[in-house]
């Protein structure tokens, strides 16, 4: 999985994108076109913003949803750009429920099958 870096290419997911919400992350969703690089694969950005107290807890949020997301899109060989959006309650939230709302996001906006691919 690759990290999408590029402000423009986030920006692009927020306008283009399908969003799927749970009590503790927001996800933006788009599929690339076949003329987009890189050709396939998902990548994803992880956001926080300034609500958390500090730089310490924003960074810890983005890394361990980044880590549960990795989990889940392993086997993903689409291209999708993936932008989750994290509240401060991540923070508060076991693994596994964690990576239960991520899987039930991703399904929703079509990025996982409905039924076999997953952490599980």
């Known amino acids: 999985m690759r990290r999408l870096r590029r402000r423009r290419e986030i920006e692009r997911v927020f306008r283009g994108g399908r969003r799927a919400q749970a009590a503790v992350v927001v996800l ?5 076109e076949s003329d987009e690089a ?3 694969g998902p990548r994803l950005a992880v956001v ?58 991703m399904r929703r906006a079509s990025v996982l099958p409905e039924s076999g691919a997953g952490a599980g």
């Open 38 to 40: 890189p050709p396939s």
């Open 48 to 105: 926080a913003g300034k609500k958390f107290a500090g730089a310490v807890p924003r960074n810890r949020a983005r890394r361990i949803t980044r880590e549960a997301s990795r989990a889940l899109l392993r086997g993903v060989s689409e291209p999708w750009d993936l932008v989750l959006v994290v509240r401060t309650e991540v923070l508060d939230q076991p693994h596994r429920k964690l990576l239960a709302e991520l899987e039930m996001l």
């Open 28 to 32: 933006h969703a788009r599929r690339r």
